[in-house]
């Protein structure tokens, strides 16, 4: 029972390169989180699921899209990075929409 | 807006000393309050929750908090800190469509 992971732990990116994160859950949870962690901000949510094939967006969506065709899987897309995206990167899931959460280890991601 | 202040930036105590982690927030209703754990290198992990009920929660590690509702308060404690509870601790409010994060404290411990 491995929880929450995510791929890949840290990437580093030039500016206007794209790229996707991969969450993956082995809960059977039906909600999705991913949210970004910047220095003495806490946690931002930028997109969330509510179950398979349904997206919603959170507080800081813009310059992110999310899929998530699998229940198992929810993958955040960067079109066209920028550094104002170097960030560390968390997934979570939950059984019940915002209840307890299981965190994935992160995504360190730099944008130069 | 809701929202949700943790005042204290980092704090450092003594391994062995009690602690109390401050956190108020901004809410109309009875909110449902969270706290979690991140450990260096780590997701983060949840130590207790509140929802309704005995307003002082047990939780995970030793950990317990107590909803203030006059205060508008959520403050964690413990009554002997170990040193692996060097780590950063994050409180949480959920509000109708979301969960907001304080901006967290960091914990050192002095052994």
């Known amino acids: 029972n491995a929880g929450v992971t995510q791929t890949p732990k840290f990437r580093v990116l030039k500016t206007g390169q794209s790229m996707t994160l991969l969450c993956a859950q082995d809960m059977n949870h039906e909600y999705m989180y991913w949210y970004r962690q910047d220095p003495g901000m806490g946690l931002r949510l930028i997109h969330y699921s509510v179950g398979e094939g349904t997206t919603a967006k959170g507080e800081v969506p813009d310059g992110y899209n999310v899929s998530r065709l699998k229940k198992q899987n929810f993958l955040l897309g960067l079109e066209s990075a920028a550094p104002s995206q170097t960030s560390v990167y968390f997934c979570?899931?939950?059984?019940?929409?915002?209840?307890?959460?299981?965190f994935g280890p992160g995504t360190r991601l730099t944008v130069l | 807006a809701q929202s949700v202040t943790q005042p204290d930036i980092h704090i450092t105590v003594s391994e062995g000393a009690s602690l109390e982690l401050r956190c108020n927030y901004s809410?109309?209703?009875?909110?449902?309050l969270f706290w979690y754990v991140q450990s260096p290198g780590q997701g983060l992990q949840l130590l207790l929750k509140y929802f309704s009920g005995d307003t002082l929660v047990q939780g995970i590690k030793g950990f317990e908090a107590e909803f203030k509702r006059s205060q508008s308060s959520f403050n964690l404690r413990k009554p002997s800190v170990h040193w692996s509870d060097a780590a950063e601790y994050f409180c949480a409010v959920y509000s109708y469509d979301k969960v907001i994060f304080g901006p967290g404290t960091s914990l050192s411990v002095i052994p």
């Open positions: 979570a899931s939950s059984f019940l929409l915002w209840d307890t959460q299981y």
């Open positions: 809410y109309g209703a009875t909110p449902y």
